[in-house]
């Protein structure tokens, strides 16, 4: 069985269900009647997108996102993101014109890492909500290094 044809079965595994181990894939791929070991079964999981998430229970699974993720961060800010600001409050990100949604998204995604509630995103600028008033200054300073304004 080559790797591709292996694809659409784990994902279709994974959007099913999260699994804790990469050995709990490989045993539920051999009761399927695949031939495949851990090493193989960890490649897969790295190509086709597969992360590490907390369950509802507070434990580590195999999770498939519905979605890819968004570019990186460093790659767009270059071109899209013109400055970042911030009070006591709020963040703001300034961008060229029609990037400002792009750019929100990709925060949105790091949100959890971030410290992030959520974000606004108009055509040019950017509101950042953190979830704290206490982590604006905090988040304001990650927010900055990731899009290189440091």
């Given amino acids: 069985m080559k790797k591709k044809d292996l694809v659409p079965v784990v994902r279709s595994l994974l ?3 999260a699994a804790r181990t990469q050995e709990e894939i490989c045993q539920i791929l051999k009761k399927q009647g695949y031939q495949i070991n851990q090493t193989k079964v960890s490649r897969l999981l790295r190509k086709i997108g597969v992360v590490k998430v907390k369950d509802d229970d507070g434990k580590v699974v195999y999770w498939l996102p519905k979605e890819p993720p968004p570019p990186s961060l460093s790659n767009l ?3 899209l993101v013109i400055d970042v600001v911030a009070n006591e409050a709020l963040i703001v990100i300034h961008t060229t014109p029609g990037a400002a949604s792009v750019v929100a998204r990709m925060i949105d995604y790091l949100g959890s890492e971030n410290e992030i509630l959520g974000t606004i995103a108009g055509d ?12 604006v200054k905090q988040v304001y300073k990650k927010i900055k290094n990731r899009l290189g304004f440091t």
């Avoid at 040019?124 to 982590?135: E, H, L, M």
């Fill in 124 to 135: 040019d600028t950017i509101f950042v909500a953190t979830k704290s008033i206490g982590d």
């Fill in 77 to 79: 800010a270059n071109n």
């Fill in 15 to 17: 959007l099913k269900k």
